[in-house]
C-alpha cells in the first residue's frame, strides 16, 4: 500500500513567525507532489505543486522536495491567523494505470494571534 | 466563477435508501473523479473515468457506482447507504490521465440517517 504520512498535530505556531509542515512518502517512483490547504467543512484547495528536488516559492509558500529522503515539505512565512487550517499532502499516483492522488490526513495548523 | 460544481453541497439521505450525488465540469476535461473524505480522514480516491473508460479503485465497496453520460457530468450512486457511508464526497477533474492535481469541486456533505 502505497502511503503519504503526515504528523496530524495540532501545529500550533505566533502570528508573523514561520509555520512547517513535512510529509514523507513511500513510492520511491512518485514524481508529483502537491500541498492543498483545507478549511473545516471545506474542500482542498492546491496551493503549491512541485516536481524537481529542491525549493520552490510562491509568496508565503515555500515548497520544499527531497526524492531521495523520500520527503516534501511546506513552510508559511509571517503566518497569518487566516492560515490556520488543515493542510493535506498529496502524491499523484503512477504506474500500472493508477491515476488520482493519494493524500495524508493532514496537518492541522494553528496561528495564534 | 466555479469550474466544477457539485450538487447538492448537503444531502440527507435514510439508511438504505439510495442516493446520487452530481458533478459538472465546465473545463472539458477528459478525467474525473470522485473522492470519499471521512471525518478528520484524508480523501481517499473511489474510482475515476478518463472519458468514457471507468477506473475503480480495488477496495470501493460494490455499493458505490459512478455513471459519465458526457464529458461534463458525473454522477456518484450509493445503492444502499449506510451510517459508514456518511462523509464528504469530492469530485476533482484533470486534463488528461497522469494529470491530476488541482480542480477540485466544493463537495457534498451526506448525512446517512
Known amino acids: 500500500q502505497k502511503e503519504v504520512e503526515q504528523n496530524s498535530g495540532p501545529l500550533s505556531v505566533p502570528e508573523g513567525a514561520i509555520a512547517s509542515l513535512n510529509c514523507t512518502y513511500s513510492?520511491?517512483?512518485?514524481?508529483?507532489f502537491f500541498w492543498y490547504r483545507q478549511y473545516s467543512g471545506k474542500s482542498p484547495e492546491l496551493i503549491m505543486s512541485?516536481?524537481?528536488?529542491g525549493d520552490k516559492e510562491d509568496g508565503r509558500f515555500t515548497a520544499q522536495l527531497n526524492k531521495a529522503s523520500q520527503y516534501v515539505s511546506l513552510l508559511i512565512r509571517d503566518s497569518q491567523p487566516s492560515d490556520s487550517a488543515t493542510y493535506l499532502c498529496a502524491v499523484r499516483r503512477s504506474g500500472g494505470g493508477a491515476d488520482g492522488l493519494t493524500f495524508g490526513k493532514g496537518t492541522h495548523l494553528i496561528i495564534q494571534p | 466563477d466555479a469550474m466544477v460544481i457539485q450538487n447538492p453541497r448537503y444531502q440527507v439521505t435514510q439508511f438504505g435508501k439510495p442516493v446520487t450525488l452530481s458533478c459538472s465540469q465546465t473545463l472539458n476535461h477528459n478525467v474525473m473523479y470522485w473522492y470519499q473524505q471521512k471525518s478528520s480522514q484524508a480523501p481517499k480516491l473511489l474510482f475515476h473515468y478518463y472519458d468514457k473508460d471507468f477506473n475503480n479503485e480495488a477496495d470501493t465497496p460494490d455499493n458505490f457506482q459512478s455513471r459519465r453520460p458526457n464529458t461534463s457530468f458525473c454522477f456518484l450512486d450509493i445503492r444502499s447507504p449506510g451510517l459508514g457511508d456518511a462523509a464528504m464526497y469530492l469530485c476533482a477533474t484533470a486534463r488528461n490521465q497522469g494529470q491530476a492535481g488541482g480542480y477540485f469541486g466544493a463537495g457534498t456533505r451526506l448525512s446517512v440517517l
Open positions: 512541485i516536481y524537481s528536488n
Open positions: 513510492d520511491r517512483v512518485s514524481q508529483s
